[in-house]
């Protein structure tokens, strides 16, 4: 747990920065329509500050280690009304409607989930016809680099102590072919994270 929060906090400012993505992505929004955001993952809600203003949130999560800290945090926000919360794998969201969601936000989530590919079906699914799906995720270095033998070597221990985390995926292109209208994505690498999590990528798919 204590390895998990520290690479929550250090994960902050890319987390920030998609949010900063998605109010570019919301130019012509109505303040007064409150925006129907799903979150995947929603873990202690460390999201929730960087939400947009009125916000109503529904939120996926088959994990409950995480609810204590996410019963405080969603109090302390009020900017977001919270609607439920839906225990279930994001491969199979049967408890969200079809096209009901104005945003779905994922923010380092891909590496965990057992099928990516079925979590991307479901993400375009639940969106409304121009919804965005915001998403950050760390991915694997290129096989050529260096980086990658650490990843591949470090990888079943990061797994056993980070909650199933898999630090040595490749998600975007999994994305860039869900059939999305457009997926704008930008690669990062953040001189704060670990080695093992410094290659990732940041961006919106528009359904």
Request: aromatic content about 10%; hydrophobic content about 35%; proline content about 5%.
């Amino acid at each position: 747990m204590e390895i998990f929060g520290y690479v929550v906090r250090k994960l902050e400012p890319m987390r920030k920065k998609a949010f900063e993505v998605l109010q570019e992505h919301l130019p012509n929004r109505k303040l007064s329509t409150p925006l129907e955001i799903l979150e995947i993952g929603v873990g202690g809600g460390a999201n929730l500050q960087y939400y947009p203003e009125n916000s109503n949130l529904t939120a996926l999560d088959k994990n409950e280690t995480f609810s204590k800290y996410f019963e405080d945090n969603k109090k302390k926000f009020s900017h977001v009304t919270y609607k439920k919360t839906v225990s279930s794998m994001a491969e199979n969201m049967e408890g969200i409607e079809d096209s009901s969601m104005d945003v779905v936000v994922g923010t380092y989530v891909l590496c965990s989930v057992q099928d990516v590919k079925a979590v991307i079906k479901e993400v375009k699914r639940v969106l409304k016809p121009g919804g965005k799906y915001l998403f950050v995720e760390h991915v694997a270095f290129p096989d050529s680099h260096l980086g990658s033998k650490a990843q591949n070597f470090a990888a079943p221990l990061w797994r056993l102590f980070c909650d199933g985390c898999n630090i040595n995926r490749k998600p975007s292109e999994d994305i860039r072919k869900g059939g999305f209208s457009d997926v704008e994505c930008e690669n990062r690498f953040p001189s704060n994270a670990w080695l093992f999590l410094r290659p990732q990528f940041i961006g919106i798919a528009t359904k």
